[in-house]
């Protein structure tokens, strides 16, 4: 009848290190890798994100 989906297997926690962005932002990388270049990498998106037209912030009108 039905197929039986595939599960999805969360990543080990104790195989990873994590990184805080930000006071609410946290990323998880390889144990082992550079947390700072991951961090410079991750403010690096955000940045030309918000430099992006689509992602600015429209004034607020009353």
């Known amino acids: 009848m039905f197929e039986k989906k595939t599960t999805f297997k969360s ?3 104790g195989e990873l290190q994590e990184v805080k962005i930000d006071f609410k932002t946290k990323i ?3 144990l082992g890798k550079n947390p700072e270049e991951a961090k410079r ?3 690096e998106r955000e940045a030309e994100k ?3 037209i689509a992602f600015r912030k429209k004034p607020v009108t009353a």
């Open 50 to 52: 918000s430099d992006s």
């Open 28 to 30: 998880y990388i390889p």
């Open 11 to 13: 990543p080990d926690l």
């Open 41 to 43: 990498r991750i403010l």
